[in-house]
């Protein structure tokens, strides 16, 4: 969590919108660490998913806060603060895999984590190498595909946006997205087909690949 947030105490009652009206009309500070305190996970899962790499992610998880105080007083009365903030987001995350692409960079991968000993019940060493393989393999999957079909997938089947409201924060058509997800989810299941057909515990699935067949 961030130290500002750690600062404040929660305030659960106010909506993301009122909290935004106070840091633009007194700079509250209070408003904006619940602001932070709600959104910084969301926003660094979106970050890391978009640019595969960890740090980076984290980093452009806080600059994406800092361009929102920046930026506070353009945010719009009647407007959902939400859409802005994946717009900011995604901006900043458009222009760093440019940036990688530029300098012939491959993204980081994340950082193993040993993690505690094996408890009752835990997967197994070798299972869990297994869903550590496959995992890497679907996230090399979704760094593969174009930016503009990654940032669908991420809102819709990662953070749970409706088709809607992906339109909105993307500012394009309803249909457009419903056409990239499904081009998406086709490259997807086009890549991930081998370990899908591996696996002995998942059940046949229908003809064309669908969320629950390549998100794993």
Known sequence: ???????????????????????????????????????????????????????????????????????????????????????????????EVRRIVRRGECPLEEEADDGPALAAGEPAPDERLLGQERAELVRDALLRLPETHRAVIVLRDYEGLKLREIAAVLDIPEGTVKSRLADALTQLGRRLKPILKDDPERPAQPAGPTKESVLL
């Not at 007194?26 to 998913?49: G, K, Q, T």
């Not at 980076?56 to 920046?70: C, H, N, P, S, Y």
Request: a positive charge.
């Open 1 to 95: 969590m961030s130290w500002l947030a750690t600062l404040f105490p929660s305030r659960s009652g106010v909506t993301d919108e009122q909290a935004m009206w106070r840091v633009q009309r007194h700079d509250d500070p209070e408003a904006f660490a619940e602001v932070v305190r709600r959104w910084e996970e969301p926003v660094r899962r979106l970050c890391i998913r978009m640019t595969g790499d960890v740090q980076g992610g984290e980093d452009l998880a806080q600059e994406t806060f800092v361009r929102v105080f920046a930026n506070r007083h353009r945010f719009q009365p009647g407007r959902r603060f939400s859409t802005w903030l994946w717009r900011i987001a995604l901006n900043l995350c458009h222009d």
